[in-house]
């Protein structure tokens, strides 16, 4: 291309001499090709990403369960209760089945326990006798609290939150 054609003036020696190639119409419409091929290859890419993973990261949301009627959990007493959640993610419905421990000292305030063992998960079995949790599995044992009292458990039992609606415990799964 001759740099003359366009009236362009000559270039002063110290500041370089005019390169074709850099400065060409078809450098920057390649430029802008690329570009905007990235730019929709990213947004299709990240959104059959997202449509294919479907909700399968993010954690599903609690939810509320009847623990039972408040005459039929009289205090002093340890009461075992199952629980049945239907789940549902983008491409499979499941359930999921637990157990519950619930108990009162006074009849008004009632602390729910999980039944999991926070070793590897099995469900633990309230000792009447012993007056504890007892792990099948690896022979934790657990308070009346959850709290840990000998065996592989990392941690207490998990404490659920409870509230009382119409005359009947719920708590938080």
């Not at 419409?29 to 993973?53: E, I, Q």
């Not at 205090?75 to 421990?101: A, I, S």
């Not at 926070?118 to 657990?142: E, M, S």
Request: with cysteine; charged share 20%.
């Amino acid at each position: 291309m001759d740099k003359h054609l366009y009236n362009l003036p000559d270039l002063e020696s110290e500041n370089g001499e005019w390169d074709e190639r850099a400065h060409s119409r078809q450098g920057f419409l390649r430029l802008c090709f690329w570009s905007v091929t990235g730019l929709s290859l990213t947004a299709v890419g990240g959104g059959s990403v997202r449509f294919l993973l479907g909700h399968s990261l993010t954690a599903p949301a609690g939810e509320w369960i009847e623990v039972g009627a408040l005459n039929e959990l009289p205090p002093g007493q340890m009461h075992r209760v199952t629980y049945l959640l239907r789940t549902t993610d983008l491409w499979r419905k499941g359930e999921l089945r637990g157990v519950l421990y619930a108990y009162s000292e006074d009849g008004s305030s009632y602390t729910v326990l999980s039944g999991t063992c926070t070793h590897l998960g099995c469900n633990v079995r309230w000792d009447d006798a012993q007056q504890q949790f007892a792990c099948p599995c690896h022979l934790g044992l657990f308070s009346r609290q959850g709290e840990v009292l000998s065996g592989p458990p990392p941690k207490a039992l998990n404490r659920l939150e409870t509230r009382i609606e119409n005359g009947k415990l719920l708590a938080f799964v």
